[in-house]
């Protein structure tokens, strides 16, 4: 079988490759034209496409100097990077300048990987050429790698999963230990593998490691012995170590820098959400190719109120729904049948096997499955289950494949299985196919192209390498839309330009957010002062953000205090005003980049932590954002930083207004506030007591030779309203901060309790 295979490859792989060409221009209707401009460019796609151009630019994810100016973009505090996907694009926008292209040939080579893996998989798990041939086409066209499209491109991308289910079923089968024919071959296409799936993403790293476990507890059942398990812990562990060897950067940044909880925050109920919907795998998409049944699945899904995007479509074809029905009649066979074992042909044991994961891989991934476990008790961040999909869909396919293949033996006349085989795949692959959702690309285009022009006109006017201050001030990523401001909406300068640096990019919890977003607060003259002083040339206003006279009131008042007049997009959504003329000299306040103390008098003003105050600007890490009130913290530390100037000469104190978030679940918590690292007061907070005295004695001694202060706020336990019972927020919220105020002591000798 094995050489049969091996001689029969290119021609089966050249076939595929047509089929696909054919597929995409005919079937699919995928644009060919004016590739150098995404598929899309709103959503998920724009954060694709800016960390391509950020590979492009700088060699690698992690830092970008032209974003988050001047605190610096700092993809670490967003732990998922998708590295092999980035390190095949990267290099592509490199050479040609256009992350649009690279994105765009990716997708489109997409197609062809998968389909190229699962033809290799097929046939190595017994499938002869044509029934592995169509069963790759289906792999390679399933909805959920149309869907996903560009926007979800590195989880569409799934060319590893049919090398991963080879390398699981060779684990329950035997095939990697030394003394089996060829184990040494198999062995490295499997730790391959292994070592490249969570790279690729994590999810189908975690998808991999539990199933090797199932496939370890299959080789112990054939064969007992201890060593029938170490292929499975060999590979899940190899797994892991490329996992934590991708995320070193960003656990020596998180243990330099503290944890940032405002990112990447999860929970552990989103796993039912995002579980896995057997109806949407069974059922045919809501745009097939027959009305009736478009329709019909259109009216099923808001009958069950099925939420848009990932949640729908996950449609395995009607092969693949058949070969789960098949994966379930060879268990039953192998229940009741009392055939020796040596009757049994080798596909089928691999279609067995397939069975057993099939059957892990629901119990897993359904709504209260597996996953949901994981979530709550290990990772909340372990969500979307219904992202097992492919590992699902190809042993499915296998079963389909068995089945296609036992029907085709029946037919005598080998032109007969040719007549048959080109009818079923006709009606397979037109089931599962169906035009990819993009808009009108003409109008697209044309739009794409005069916004490149509007930003030319920008840079043209500003100069090369100028900071533009962008409004609304959000943070990243994961920001919720603004009127009809999309998240990751002000990357798009970014990717129009080439040589301008903007504001965002900076994470929610760190001191860029803080000081942007507190900024965005002031009456524009003031604000025109801070951005101008901080070394920007301009500020582009995103009229989508904001709705009715709030773009009119503001961009008048911005008008009035500038001496230039706004540059306008044709569009009417992008308002740009240069600073020029507008103040004095810059000062060095840029001098310490991120790490900018912003400077405090310490004569006793209070900084208020509301929406319009001062006191934004000292955040440092571990807050939420302001609030009409003040600003609480989240989890368990919080950080303020200032540089007292000038820098005080004897004892202080510090006073301040806040609240601890208590309730009949929570009813005390402690708090303790450090000042440079030593403990100045302890303090507990209980819900039927009294309210401790907020004022803490800063000694002379304290401050380094620049005046710096950090104050860290440390609470325990952690809990959130939702755990504390007085409401359904879940964030873990500790101190609620309204004011502070630092001012000389009164007298040395009477220290504040």
């Known amino acids: 079988m094995a050489t049969h295979a091996r001689t029969r490859s290119w021609p089966a792989l050249l076939a595929l490759w047509v089929l696909t060409s054919i597929l995409l221009v005919i079937a699919v209707r995928l644009p060919m034209s004016r590739l150098d401009v995404p598929y899309s460019f709103q959503g998920d796609t724009i954060d694709k496409l800016t960390q391509i151009e950020t590979v492009a630019e700088t060699g690698w994810l992690f830092h970008n100097p032209r974003l988050g100016y001047p605190f610096g973009y700092d993809r670490l505090d967003f732990p998922r990077f ?32 998968i389909g190229a893996a699962a033809l290799f998989a097929f046939r190595r798990l017994g499938l002869s050429t044509a029934p592995a041939l169509l069963c790759s086409l289906v792999y390679a066209f399933l909805p959920y790698h149309m869907n996903r499209g560009v926007g979800h491109l590195t989880n569409g991308t799934y060319f590893l999963v049919p090398l991963a289910v080879l390398a699981l079923i060779w684990i329950a089968r035997g095939k990697l230990d030394p003394a089996a024919s060829g184990a040494r071959r198999r062995w490295w296409l499997a ?6 799936l969570p790279l690729q993403t994590p999810y189908n790293g975690v998808f991999f490691a539990a199933l090797c476990m199932v496939a370890g507890a299959l080789a112990v059942a054939r064969l007992p012995r201890w060593r029938s398990t170490w292929p499975a812990l060999v590979l899940a562990a190899a797994t892991a170590g490329a996992f ?16 940032n909880l405002n990112v990447a925050t999860r929970a552990s109920q989103e796993a039912e959400m995002y579980a896995m919907r057997l109806n949407q795998v069974l059922l045919p998409p809501s745009n097939h190719r027959i009305t009736a049944v478009a329709q019909a699945k259109q009216d099923f899904d808001q009958a069950l109120d099925v939420p848009p995007d990932e949640f729908r479509d996950q449609y395995i074809g009607v092969l693949g729904v058949l070969g789960l029905l098949a994966l379930l009649w060879s268990l039953g066979r192998a229940v009741a049948s009392n055939a020796p074992a040596r009757e049994i042909t080798a596909i089928e044991r691999n279609v067995r096997v397939a069975a057993v994961l099939a059957i892990a891989i629901l119990l897993m991934a359904l709504s209260s499955g597996l996953f949901t476990l994981l979530a709550h008790w290990v990772s909340s961040k372990i969500r979307a289950g219904n992202r097992i999909l492919p ?33 079923i795949g006709a009606i397979v692959l037109a089931d599962v196919t169906a035009p990819i959702k993009i808009d009108d690309r003409d109008a697209f285009v044309a739009g794409f192209d005069r916004a490149r022009a509007y930003f030319d006109q920008v840079e043209a006017h500003l100069g090369e390498k ?4 962008q409004l609304p001030a959000v943070w990243y990523p994961e920001h919720p839309p603004i009127n009809e401001m999309g998240d990751y ?3 798009k300068p970014y990717l129009l330009t080439q040589t ?11 001191p860029g957010y803080a000081w942007g977003s507190t900024v965005a607060t002031l009456p524009p003259a003031e604000m025109i002062g801070q ?18 006279e709030q773009l009119t009131t503001l961009t008048s008042a911005l008008s009035n205090a500038l001496p230039e007049p706004a540059l306008v997009s044709p569009d009417g959504r992008w308002h740009l005003f240069p600073l020029k003329g507008c103040c004095e000299q810059v000062s060095d306040v840029l001098a310490h980049g991120a790490e900018t103390a912003f400077p405090y008098a310490a004569d006793g003003t209070p900084l208020t932590f509301g929406i319009g105050g001062r006191g934004g600007f000292y955040r440092a890490g571990g807050w939420d954002a302001l609030e009409d009130w003040g600003v609480w913290s989240l989890g368990s530390v919080a950080q303020l930083r200032m540089r007292l100037d000038p820098k005080p000469v004897a004892p202080l104190v510090l006073s301040m207004e806040a609240n601890v978030l208590l309730g009949p679940n929570s009813p005390s918590r402690q708090l303790v506030l450090e000042a440079n690292g030593r403990v100045i007061g302890e303090l507990r907070f209980e819900l039927d007591g009294p309210k401790p005295e907020l004022r803490f004695l800063l000694p002379d001694d304290l401050l380094g030779p620049e005046g710096v202060l950090d104050l860290r706020f440390r609470i325990s336990p952690v809990t959130s309203p939702r755990a504390a019972g007085v409401s359904i927020d879940g964030r873990p919220l500790g101190v609620g901060l309204i004011s502070l105020a630092i001012g000389p002591a009164a007298t040395p000798a009477d220290p504040p309790r």
């Open 500 to 510: 301008l640096k903007f504001s965002y990019g900076v994470a929610h919890g760190r």
């Open 191 to 196: 730790l391959g593998t292994a070592l490249l």
């Open 489 to 491: 909406e002000e990357f």
């Open 531 to 548: 951005v101008h002083e901080m070394g920007f040339a301009a500020i582009l206003v995103d009229g989508r953000a904001y709705a009715g």
């Open 244 to 259: 934590v060897a991708e995320q070193i950067p960003s656990l020596l940044h998180k243990a330099e820098a503290g944890a």
């Open 82 to 113: 998708d590295s092999l996907n980035y390190a095949i694009m990267g290099p592509v926008a490199a050479m040609s300048g256009q992350p649009g292209l690279a994105m765009n040939l990716y997708f489109i080579a997409s197609f062809y990987l």
């Open 391 to 423: 590992f699902l869909a190809f042993t499915c396919l296998l079963g389909g494949g068995w089945l296609l293949q036992s029907l085709l033996l029946r037919f005598r006349r080998t032109a007969s299985r040719h007549v048959a085989m080109v009818c």
């Open 466 to 469: 100028a900071a533009l201050f």
